[in-house]
């Protein structure tokens, strides 16, 4: 009853606004999926940007772009060009960001509707993009919007960004702006991502990420005559069979205390993601005579924050050095793709809590603490930034991100705007 008594009613104004711009969230949700910002390559990067900033700047933000120069992709075709906006208050204070990720992952097969027509059919809105996440940026963007128009005297500064290549790890957006201050102190506080968590979730962090290429290697010959040649498939077909009998069942035996959804996901797992071995098929698919000298597979490791990167390398690595040991003419080369270390933030820290409380208020049940299974651009906040204030929390649901078909909620992008609304104002007031 404490929250509700400390509720100014200033603020059941903004939530009224919210509600009464039910046609312009859909409307800008709607706008943001026509523009095919799929990634890769990433089409359509710097229209979507100029929209969003624009908008932006018509409501008295001051808009910045910038360009991911050198970032993996980056080239004159497909520019990765982020936009960020910010407004002051009117007086010295904390600032809250809002950073939504533009580019989508491709369409893929299996739609029954235009993916980039962002249809409202059944109080949903449906195309790529529209779960994961610009359901969410949208939403964003009219609780910022509803927050100024209620003539709140806010101090501090709001600012709104939309980045890019958060499907391909982020490089060219937020780990990119993140190297250069973007997303640290003194310039930002507390950072919300509207990821499609659930609307009454409040995501806190993720799991580990380390994906390598494990190459083995072996010696050509004709293949009517095997014995003369040395089979690498054969050699990573050895190493699978010892991931099968050792490291499948260690990995099933550790879980974790991180709140991760869903709950297959807290326990550390491990996927080949693909192996490719031998020489390609010739005319009509009939194959090359040859053994092969050479097998890949790309493995993708989900580890928790009980684990260590150091440790998740040297399990595999004393795999391969037994291997090499134990069976004649095992060979490989080792290559590291990517790795990010777990995250999670105080679930008592101040973002977390602001948006808890907001939970409360809008929907009127207990907020879930949750960790996603997988990363999003939380990590460079956190690895880059050194700025542990933030979390994830958006409209939509985590299941439906990639899919055809995908959608959104109106509904829930209303509650989620509303949300986002009261947990900013609590963070750049101090009601935290």
């Avoid at 795999?319 to 105080?346: C, H, N, Q, W």
Wanted: hydrophobic share 40%.
């Amino acid at each position: 009853m404490t929250e509700l008594a400390e509720h100014p009613p200033v603020l059941d104004q903004v939530l009224r606004r919210i509600e009464d711009r039910r046609d312009d969230l859909v409307a800008l949700t709607q706008d943001l999926i026509r523009f095919p910002t799929v990634n890769p390559p990433g089409e359509a990067y710097r229209p979507c940007a100029e929209y969003l900033g624009e908008r932006l700047r018509r409501r008295g933000f001051e808009v910045t772009y910038v360009r991911a120069e050198g970032s993996p992709g980056d080239c004159d075709a497909y520019p990765r060009i982020n936009m960020i906006a910010r407004r002051e208050g009117s007086r010295p204070g904390p600032c809250v960001h809002f950073n939504g990720h533009i580019d989508v992952v491709e369409p893929g097969q299996g739609w029954t509707l235009d993916p980039f027509a962002g249809t409202l059919k059944d109080g949903r809105v449906w195309g790529r993009g529209a779960c994961d996440m610009k359901g969410g940026l949208a939403s964003a963007v009219i609780a910022v919007e509803a927050l100024l128009d209620s003539g709140i005297d806010l101090p501090g500064a709001i600012e709104i960004s939309g980045t890019v290549d958060e499907e391909s790890g982020g490089y060219g957006g937020v780990a990119y702006l993140a190297e250069r201050g973007w997303f640290s102190r003194p310039r930002v506080d507390h950072v919300i991502i509207p990821e499609p968590l659930n609307v009454d979730r409040v995501c806190i962090g993720h799991r580990g990420v380390w994906w390598a290429e494990i190459e083995t290697k072996g010696r050509i010959a004709h293949g009517s005559m095997p014995f003369l040649g040395d089979s690498a498939i054969r050699h990573m077909s050895a190493l699978l069979g010892r991931i099968e009998s050792e490291l499948y069942p260690a990995l099933a035996r550790r879980h974790s205390d991180m709140p991760v959804v869903p709950e297959g996901a807290r326990q550390s797992t491990l996927n080949i993601n693909s192996v490719h071995g031998g020489q390609a098929e010739g005319f009509e698919g009939l194959p090359s005579p040859l053994v092969a000298d050479s097998c890949r597979m790309i493995i993708d490791r989900r580890f928790l924050i009980e684990e260590s990167l150091e440790d998740v390398r040297a399990e595999v690595g004393e795999i391969l050095t037994s291997l090499k040991t134990e069976r004649p003419g095992f060979d490989y080369v080792l290559r590291e793709l990517f790795s990010v270390a777990p995250s999670m933030a105080d679930r008592d820290g101040p973002v977390a809590t602001a948006a808890a409380r907001a939970v409360r208020r809008v929907l009127g049940r207990e907020p879930q603490f949750v960790c996603s299974p997988g990363t999003y651009d939380q990590k460079h906040v956190d690895r880059i930034g050194k700025l542990r204030d933030c979390i994830a929390y958006g409209p939509g649901v985590l299941d439906l991100a990639h899919q055809p078909d995908e959608w959104v909620g109106v509904d829930d992008m209303v509650a989620a705007a509303k949300v986002m609304a009261l947990a900013a104002h609590s963070l750049l007031t101090g009601r935290v």
